[in-house]
């Protein structure tokens, strides 16, 4: 738009005075400043709208409570003939600009392995098995039935064994329930990494 | 009726099109006249009307319509509405309950849309079979597309804004599929998303994106074809094809029928969802409980026209699934964007009617599949009551005004809500609440612990006291005490009473019932009591210490150090009870007897909170509560 004007102005100029010029130096500001607001505005628009891309959130990676160690519950709370209990996770997590106190933010599957060993060895991590309760296939949470010891989503049905591992014949999920690193500390309490992954895909991709 | 219709159309458009001929029946000043008075909004009318009546020129007329009683809705609720974690659903219910016609007006909004879809749907069927999706080198079908793909991404963007379980949980896993699609899958995700874990700035974001960029991209769509239909009627008219008025009052029928079948539509989908989906209203579904990430929604599932594409997702397991989440969506929108250009052969349209048909009959078959295995399943409907019990108790809490903290902390504090998910999960591997486990289900361990439903009531004492209820399964039948002290005692001092011994017993139960303070036992409280229950439980109190000597072994009232058996001091009061499930084996209670229950407070299994909402919700101790139901349950005289 600007380049026409001036052309425009550059045909009329032999003829002109001093009125063409400053005709040209006003449309070629007018222009600029047009063109210039547009651009300003776009970008904020366009900015906002890629905000989430930003690998640096205004909330730290921490304030999401994703990715550090957060106490779940203690050992004598889990079953000991090996059933999976469902806890929640609880941790003080900042959504934008709301800091809540004590607040889950996912679910987590614990069970006791080697169930019926003795002695039990209650610092021991390896005794706890854990997995986040959101089923790798598409999300939905998912149950332990205890009839079937399995683990079972009732999205698209798929299933899970006690393990977390796929059974043999052809699952739903394109990956096991995704396994959290546990750590006990004190006497007996038990702290998981808390992540998410991406669902739907065969590899475990931890969620940032 | 219809011929008066196109009659007075007619009569009204008429000078425009009959170019001098209108002198006939008045002055030829009159004629003049009225000639210029008609012919402006005719003249309009004729610009934009076909030379001939179409039903597709109906449709557009209607999805007009549509949108516009979607933008007039959209103000009236946006005027109500706050996206944010804390106010959104507290805005939702605001509108649905407390704005004047605010029920209906999203109704509106909320049916229309649906019906608006359907409608699009519809229009671009119809283009491929009139063979008009090659108007304008398939220009106009494109726009269509576009048009379409514009409001579903509206209507799913909207679904998040109530922020309630369902609109939480359905958008969740839609962007989780979406984040899992190859190439810009995750960009896409996190652009729609906002933030993650869904949060404030998801709803700020869907706000935007459903009211304040699609609209505008609609109308610029709708102008768009605008600008295609003049250029084409001019081309018309130029090439000397004058609209009639007969075709003009044809037009104005067969829009007039489309508008009313779908303003029927918009009605009858309403009366859909109540005989399909158990509503109890006509309007948009009622809300569901308010958004809670750390829930368990088994129920989710994906609006009604990306059904099909979930129930494809179960046959496409394991790695397979992208098949199912892009390639299959892919290969159909390449199909639907191909369509144009092989319907200008006559072999291609041939072959885009079948293949159209085909994968028509397709999708509507596996959405009646998915539909239907839900609509059987008898887990899902369970879930699924809960979940709609759980948003009308939202609902009806809130009327009594929502705290600060929002509608989640609220119902995370209702003793009603989250007794049965407590007592399910804790309590009910022993335990039963009238025969279930708390949310109706029964439980796969047998039952070996007192049934609890109205716990310390006075028929609920009445059974503890019978021999044979007392030994039964509901009661203490499953564990040590089925041959303990008590059961010695009940079958020997308890039975074979003389009148005046039922009458005092009678009197026992009345009096330690009265204990418990239960909030649907009035007639025993203390300040409502009439003088002659007053005198009852004094003598109730009498006859446990003297006449039964439950003192021996209970604590009751007097500090007693060798107590053996539960304190009575109380008895199936709040504090009673708390401190019973904080620690069962308290020297108070049961002491070294106690069976298997264990300590949860001192064993740190639930918290202090979660003890007190299970503690109100066997006592029944929760706003709008009506009186249990004991004539129905197993407490009823001669039930078992
Ligand atoms: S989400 Fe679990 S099976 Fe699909």
Redesign the interface.
């Known amino acids: 738009m600007e380049s026409r004007e001036k052309t425009d102005i550059g045909k009329s100029n032999g003829a002109g005075g001093p009125a063409t010029r400053r005709k040209f130096f006003g449309a070629t500001l007018l222009g600029t400043g047009v063109l210039g607001a547009a651009a300003a505005a776009f970008g904020g628009l366009i900015t906002g709208?890629?905000q989430?891309?930003h690998r640096r959130?205004p909330a730290g990676a921490d304030d999401?409570g994703t990715g550090a160690f957060l106490f779940v519950?203690?050992f004598?709370?889990l079953p000991e003939d090996g059933t999976a209990m469902?806890f929640?996770?609880i941790t003080d997590p900042v959504?934008?600009?709301?800091r809540y106190q004590s607040?889950?933010?996912?679910?987590v599957f614990l069970r006791r392995v080697k169930a019926g060993t003795e002695p039990v060895d209650r610092m021991d991590p390896s005794m706890v098995a854990a997995w986040n309760?959101r089923c790798p296939?598409?999300?939905?949470?998912v149950?332990f039935r205890?009839?079937e010891m399995d683990f079972f989503c009732?999205?698209?049905?798929s299933r899970f064994l006690a393990d977390g591992s796929?059974p043999g014949e052809?699952?739903?999920?394109?990956r096991p329930l995704d396994s959290l690193e546990v750590q006990i500390r004190g006497d007996g309490e038990i702290w998981i990494r808390f992540q998410?992954f991406?669902?739907?895909?065969?590899e475990k991709k931890p969620?940032t | 009726m219809i011929r008066l219709l196109i009659n007075l159309v007619r009569e009204w458009t008429g000078p425009a099109e009959s170019h001098g001929s209108a002198g006939t029946d008045g002055g030829p000043t009159q004629a003049a006249a009225e000639r210029n008075l008609l012919s402006i909004p005719a003249r309009v009318l004729h610009f934009w009307v076909p030379d001939r009546g179409s039903w597709g020129f109906a449709m557009v007329v209607s999805i007009l319509g549509c949108f516009g009683l979607l933008t007039v809705s959209g103000f009236a609720l946006w005027l109500f509405y706050s996206p944010s974690v804390n106010s959104a659903w507290e805005s939702v219910f605001f509108i649905e309950n407390r704005v004047a016609f605010g029920h209906w007006i999203r109704g509106i909004h909320y049916l229309t849309s649906d019906v608006l879809i359907v409608l699009v749907i519809i229009y671009l069927i119809y283009q491929v079979l009139s063979h008009s999706y090659t108007r304008v080198g398939g220009l106009w079908f494109y726009l269509t597309l576009g048009l379409f793909g514009l409001i579903l991404f509206s209507s799913l963007v909207g679904l998040l804004l109530p922020w309630d379980q369902q609109g939480y949980w359905s958008t969740r896993i839609r962007l989780d599929i979406t984040s899992s699609l190859p190439v810009a899958g995750p960009v896409m995700a996190k652009i729609l998303s906002g933030s993650e874990p869904l949060g404030h700035l998801s709803l700020t974001r869907s706000t935007v994106f459903h009211m304040g960029l699609v609209p505008p991209a609609i109308i610029f769509i709708l102008l768009a074809m605008a600008g295609i239909h003049a250029l084409d009627r001019k081309n018309r008219a130029d090439a000397g094809r004058q609209p009639s008025s007969a075709a003009l009052a044809d037009i104005l029928l067969r829009s007039g029928v489309v508008w009313m079948v779908t303003l029927l539509a918009i009605f009858l989908s309403g009366g859909l969802h109540m005989v399909l989906g158990g509503e109890e209203n006509w309007g948009a579904p009622h809300l569901k409980g308010p958004a809670d990430p750390a829930s368990n929604y088994p129920i989710a599932r994906p609006e009604w026209y990306f059904l099909w594409l979930f129930q494809s997702l179960k046959y496409f397991p394991g790695e397979m699934m992208i098949i199912g989440t892009a390639v299959i969506p892919g290969m159909l929108t390449l199909f639907i964007l191909a369509m144009p250009i092989a319907g200008r052969h006559r072999w291609g349209h041939r072959a885009n009617c079948t293949i159209g048909l085909f994968v028509l009959c397709v999708i509507a078959g596996l959405s009646l599949k998915a539909f239907l295995t839900d609509y059987w399943d008898e887990d899902y409907n369970i879930q699924r009551e809960t979940a709609m019990m759980e948003g009308r108790r939202a609902v009806q809490l809130a009327t009594d005004g929502i705290p600060p903290q929002g509608a989640l902390a609220m119902l995370k504090q209702d003793p009603m809500t989250r007794g049965p998910e407590l007592f399910a999960a804790h309590c009910a591997s022993c335990h039963r609440y009238n025969g279930h486990d708390g949310q109706g289900l029964i439980p796969e361990d047998p039952q070996s612990a007192p049934d609890l439903f109205a716990f310390a009531s006075v028929p609920w004492i009445e059974k503890l006291l019978q021999q044979s209820h007392f030994q039964s399964g509901r009661m203490f039948g499953g564990t040590e005490f089925r041959e303990g002290e008590m059961a010695e005692f009940i079958e020997e001092d308890l039975s074979g009473l003389d009148d005046e011994d039922t009458t005092a017993l009678t009197e026992v139960i009345t009096a330690l019932s009265a204990q418990a303070g239960l909030p649907y036992q009035t007639e025993l409280d203390a300040e409502s009591a009439t003088e002659q229950m007053l005198a009852t439980i004094a003598s109730g109190r009498e006859h446990l210490v003297y006449t039964f000597g439950c003192v021996d072994c209970h604590e009751f009232e007097l500090p007693d150090e060798d107590a053996t058996a539960p304190l009575l001091t109380g008895y199936g009061s709040k504090d009673w009870l708390t401190g019973f499930i904080a620690n069962p084996a308290h020297p108070k209670f049961y002491g070294d007897s106690n069976d298997r229950m264990p300590a949860f407070l001192d064993e740190s299994i639930l918290t202090e909170e979660q003890i007190g909402l299970l503690a109100d919700w066997i006592r029944q101790d929760w706003k709008f509560a009506p009186a249990p139901d004991i004539a129905g349950s197993w407490l009823k005289p001669d039930g078992n």
């Open positions: 709208l890629l989430p891309l959130q999401t519950t203690r004598e709370n469902r929640p996770v959504d934008a600009w709301t607040r889950s933010i996912g679910n309760a296939h598409a999300g939905c949470t149950n205890r009839q009732h999205c698209h049905e796929l052809r699952s739903h999920s394109p998410q991406q669902v739907g895909t065969p969620l």
